[in-house]
């Protein structure tokens, strides 16, 4: 490993080696062991970086600000109508349910055919005979 590389490591991962690449971290440790001046330079850098940013802490904002700001936000479609919104939609899906199993049962229902309506079926293998009627009148033809 270069220092070049070992530095732009440090930059991205920090100074703490557990963090960088398993594929990185022995050649970054033998480098730091070899003493190089550079890698130690970049690795006191990135220290110095990681305190400055797990030490920050945010402000808590002002309870009042956050309630004017939620106050002057306008209202959305959904946040006015959202009251009767969430019954409406149980009741149609309710409805759509109940449509639907109607629909399914009355196609299950088999319809009553004709005897002289016999069709062959999609699944014959050929083994069923098929008997068509002929009128007396298309005969004489």
């Given at each position: 490993m270069t220092p070049e590389r070992f530095a732009y490591l440090a930059d991205v991962y920090g100074a703490d080696l557990q963090r960088w690449p398993d594929t990185e971290q022995r050649a970054a440790q033998a480098l730091l062991d070899s003493g190089n001046l550079h890698a130690r330079d970049a690795?006191?850098?990135a220290r110095w970086l990681d305190h400055q940013l797990d030490s920050?802490?945010?402000?808590l904002p002002?309870?009042?600000l956050v309630r004017q700001?939620?106050?002057s936000a306008p209202r959305s479609f959904w946040?006015?109508?959202a009251s009767w919104l969430s019954p409406a939609g149980l009741v149609g899906v309710g409805i759509?349910?109940?449509v639907t199993g109607m629909l399914v049962a009355s196609m299950s229902v088999p319809l009553p055919m004709l005897s002289s309506e016999v069709?062959?079926?999609v699944f014959d293998q050929g083994d069923a005979e098929v008997v068509f009627t002929v009128n007396a009148?298309?005969?004489e033809q």
């Open positions: 690795l006191q850098q920050h802490q945010l402000a002002d309870p009042a700001i939620r106050q946040s006015r109508y759509a349910g109940i069709l062959p079926s009148e298309e005969t």
